[in-house]
């Protein structure tokens, strides 16, 4: 059974930076395709970002372009989501997932998702 664990969410003020983490307990970890989706209060769930199994592909959805990034470490088994000049538009619960094969990489459906975390929240106000 594959776990994956978020955390490093918090309350934050806009424009500052924020290191969000999952790990995971999986064999052949680098052979997943992971993601960060968000989902904010009464809003649907939102693909953010992608990054392939070697970690040299990435994808952004237009909003955090520029602003936040996706890494992983395939040794520690880590993921992770590097936010800066965070917006209040931001605040939502952070999930990872690994995608199913053959699925969209920026897929928002959960179906999508061969193993999803319990999230981590982050709250951008001032």
């Known amino acids: 059974q594959v776990q994956l664990v978020e955390s490093g969410g918090e309350p934050m003020t806009p424009n500052h930076s924020l290191l969000l983490y999952c790990s995971a307990s999986?064999?052949?970890?680098?052979?997943?395709?992971l993601n960060w989706c968000r989902q904010a209060p009464e809003k649907e769930l939102e693909w953010v970002t992608f990054i392939g199994g070697g970690g040299s592909t990435t994808y952004y959805v237009d909003s955090v372009k520029g602003r936040f990034t996706i890494s992983r470490d395939n040794a520690e088994k880590m993921l992770y989501l590097q936010m800066t000049n965070l917006h209040s538009e931001d605040t939502a619960l952070y999930y990872c997932?690994?995608?199913?094969?053959?699925?969209?990489?920026?897929?928002?459906?959960?179906?999508?998702?061969?193993?999803w975390g319990r999230g981590t929240q982050v709250t951008v106000s001032s």
């Open positions: 997932g690994a995608l199913r094969p053959g699925k969209f990489y920026n897929s928002n459906s959960r179906a999508d998702y061969a193993f």
């Open positions: 999986a064999d052949e970890y680098g052979n997943f395709f």
